[in-house]
């Protein structure tokens, strides 16, 4: 699979979070939705990054989303009850 590219003269990385992608328009979208969780239903930091480490590491990432399931990963790993589609995390 391709893990990269140039568009407009810029490296667009292809396995990435969207927070690894300066600008990308959806990024602050996704950061409201997770704000919204109840802090209760969230996962906490350390599980959320080891769930996002988990996901960067993973074929099926591609531009922030899982192409396994579809979602943003940011958002898929964000709640507490949430759990990978390939049950990598
Ligand atoms: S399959 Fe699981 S580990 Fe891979 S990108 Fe999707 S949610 Fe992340």
Redesign the pocket.
């Known amino acids: 699979m391709d893990q990269g590219g140039e568009a407009m003269g810029q490296r667009v990385c292809r396995r990435c979070l969207l927070r690894d992608m300066a600008g990308h328009e959806q990024l602050k979208r996704i950061e409201s939705y997770r704000d919204a969780i109840r802090p209760s239903d969230r996962a906490g930091e350390a599980e959320y990054e080891r769930?996002?480490a988990?996901?960067l590491?993973?074929?099926?990432?591609l531009d922030g989303?899982?192409?396994?399931?579809g979602?943003y990963?940011e958002l898929?790993?964000a709640a507490r009850v949430s759990r990978?589609?390939?049950?990598?995390?």
């Open positions: 769930r996002l988990l996901c590491a993973c074929g099926q990432l989303t899982c192409l396994a399931c979602c990963v898929r790993a990978c589609p390939k049950k990598r995390w």
